[in-house]
């Protein structure tokens, strides 16, 4: 696949988890629609999510020799603890989005440090399920401007 989309812990709860924080969309919605959009671009696209550091990790690390060229991530309660999937974005070298569905700098001190924007390409919060589509939208348009 071109573009990977990686959704970090708590995220499968997407449509019943805190619905007034993060919408009422769940993760299959999501993922259903982002499928669509790069299918429509004739881009090929995969959606992956784990509770699990390690696992994310390990998929990061694979996207390297797996045909990605973009990463969506939105590393969720690890964005603000993992020095470790900071270093695997850094070690695959791929450009990568940060995605957030809530505006994490109106919220908790302890969400305003993010351990991977100064790695990212761009970083979108707040904007709910709509952020994966932008980000999307940016990954492909730049894709198609690098092809
Ligand atoms: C989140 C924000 C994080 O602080 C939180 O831990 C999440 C989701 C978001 O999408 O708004 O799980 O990444």
Do not use: W
């Not at 573009?3 to 812990?9: D, E, I, K, Q």
């Not at 020095?83 to 302890?110: G, K, Q, T, Y």
């Amino acid at each position: 696949m071109q573009v990977l989309v990686l959704h970090g812990p708590n995220l499968n709860l997407l449509g019943t988890r805190e619905p007034e924080v993060y919408g009422a969309q769940t993760l299959a919605q999501i993922d259903a629609e982002l499928s669509k959009i790069a299918a429509d671009a004739g881009a090929r696209l995969e959606s992956f999510q784990s509770n699990h550091e390690g696992a994310l990790v390990d998929r990061i690390q694979a996207a390297r020799s797996d045909g990605t060229r973009f990463i969506l991530i939105n590393p969720a309660a690890y964005t603000h603890t993992s020095v470790a999937i900071r270093d695997a974005l850094a070690a695959v070298a791929l450009p990568f989005i940060e995605v957030h569905l809530s505006n994490i700098h109106r919220r908790e001190a302890f969400r305003h440090h993010s351990y991977l924007s100064e790695l990212a390409v761009g970083v979108i919060c707040g904007l709910g399920a709509n952020g994966y589509r932008l980000a999307l939208r940016h990954a492909l348009e730049s894709l198609e401007a690098g092809a």
